[in-house]
Each structure stands twice: as structure tokens, then as C-alpha cells.
């Protein structure tokens, strides 16, 4: 009796073991039932997803992944929309109203990205340098990174940065020298911008942010139409 027990306790817990492995091959916490999060959301404010174009009406979108102009060449998102946990996108509304007063905006290119879209961009991208391995996830899935650049607000074009968005060059690197004075000028003033409220920039694209404190958010997997 008491070895049947033990058998029965023993398959139980393979069981929810082989169900855990079965919802993420590498073992990891993945945020995928909507009720779950709102639920969570209720308690935990900060980690509500908001839309950033209603918090910050002013922002320009440029939503690349919902058009085929990526480097995926493919339509990945239904939506033109961005999404960012509460406190990134209160610190996105000051550096908004900072660049405001110097004559620029902000335009984004993504924000928070649903789990699946990384495991996507990773089976396909010829460079894994450049995108997130699905075995860690990214920043973007835990609604904690933005990839953006700005704008001059009197011709509503982008001021000119290194590359173009999601260049796998090395002059997308932050840190890359060999440019002319004025656009290395306008990428350390968006870079300086960004670290001085909150946003850190990644070591090989000038474009893509964290935000300070990405660790206390949990990887999500809720697609922008159910937002
Ligand atoms: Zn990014």
C-alpha cells in the first residue's frame, strides 16, 4: 500500500513535470492567459501593460514588425500597436516632454513583443547576434524594452542615426567611432537622453533601450488583440 502511494505520488509529479516542459522547452515562466495577468495587474499595478500611444498622444509609430519592412520581410504583428509595463512608459511620457522642449519626439518601432514573435525571430534570422535566444527571452517579451529614434518636429523626419533600424552592420553598435561628427552627435544625444531617465542601450544596437529594473517583470506571451 505504501509503495503504491509512493508509485502514484512519484507519476503525479512526472506528470505536471512533463506539463510544465510541455508549455516551454527551456523550462521558463511564460505570462500567457489573459485573465491571469489582469488578475495580477489588479494587485500589482506597475505591471499592467499600457498602450503607449494613449499615455503619450504626441508619440509617432512606426510599427515595423505589423508591415513586411523588417528584417523578417514578414508581416509578424495583426496590429500596428505598442505596449509597455506602466512605469517604462511613464518614463517614456518625461523624455517625451524633454525632447519636446528641444524640438524632437520620440518614434517607436516596437515595444513590448508577445514570446512567440521572439521564438519566430530566432528560427529564421540569419544573425542570432542581433535577436534574442527564445532560451532566455527578451526584454521586449517582458514589456520592458523599446526600440526607437527620434524625430525633428519641424520636418516630422528622423533625425539621421548610424543605420537604419534593425541594421545588422557593426555601425549599429552604440559605441562604433568611425562616422561622421554630426551623426554620431545626434546618436549620443538620443542615447544620453534615454540613460539619464531610466533606459539603458544595448551594446550593438543603437535603437533598442531597457528599462532599469527589467528584472522584476515576468516574460509574456498575450498578443496585442487581446491588450
Ligand atoms: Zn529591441
Given at each position: 500500500m505504501k509503495n503504491l502511494i509512493l508509485l502514484l505520488l512519484l507519476s503525479v509529479s512526472i506528470s505536471s513535470c512533463a506539463q510544465k516542459n510541455a508549455q516551454n522547452p527551456y523550462g521558463l515562466t511564460i505570462i500567457n492567459d489573459y485573465k491571469a495577468y489582469k488578475?495580477?495587474?489588479k494587485t500589482h499595478p506597475n505591471n499592467e501593460l499600457i498602450e503607449i500611444k494613449k499615455a503619450i498622444p504626441s508619440i509617432v509609430l512606426d510599427?515595423?514588425?505589423?508591415?513586411?519592412?523588417?528584417?523578417?520581410?514578414?508581416?509578424?504583428?495583426?496590429?500596428?500597436?505598442?505596449?509597455?509595463?506602466?512605469?517604462v512608459v511613464e518614463h517614456l511620457?518625461?523624455?517625451?516632454?524633454?525632447?519636446?522642449?528641444?524640438?524632437y519626439g520620440l518614434k517607436i518601432f516596437d515595444a513590448y513583443r508577445p514570446y512567440?514573435?521572439?521564438?519566430a525571430f530566432y528560427q529564421k534570422a540569419s544573425d542570432k547576434?542581433?535577436?534574442?535566444?527564445?532560451?532566455?527571452g527578451s526584454k521586449h517579451n517582458r514589456g520592458c524594452a523599446v526600440?526607437?529614434?527620434?524625430i525633428d518636429l519641424k520636418t516630422g523626419k528622423d533625425v539621421p542615426m548610424p543605420t537604419p533600424y534593425d541594421s545588422f552592420a557593426p555601425e549599429a553598435a552604440p559605441h562604433f567611432e568611425n562616422l561622421p561628427a554630426a551623426i554620431i552627435k545626434n546618436r549620443d544625444f538620443l542615447i544620453a537622453t534615454m540613460q539619464a531617465n531610466g533606459f539603458k542601450v544595448i551594446y550593438n544596437e543603437w535603437w533598442h533601450f531597457d528599462f532599469d529594473g527589467w528584472q522584476d517583470y515576468d516574460l509574456m506571451d498575450i498578443p496585442f488583440e487581446k491588450l
Open positions: 488578475a495580477d495587474y510599427i515595423r514588425y505589423a508591415t513586411k519592412n523588417n528584417f523578417m520581410q514578414q508581416v509578424m504583428y495583426k496590429q500596428a500597436r505598442a505596449f509597455a509595463r506602466k512605469p511620457k518625461k523624455i517625451q516632454a524633454i525632447l519636446n522642449r528641444q524640438g512567440a514573435i521572439t521564438v547576434n542581433f535577436v534574442a535566444n527564445p532560451a532566455k526600440d526607437l529614434t527620434i
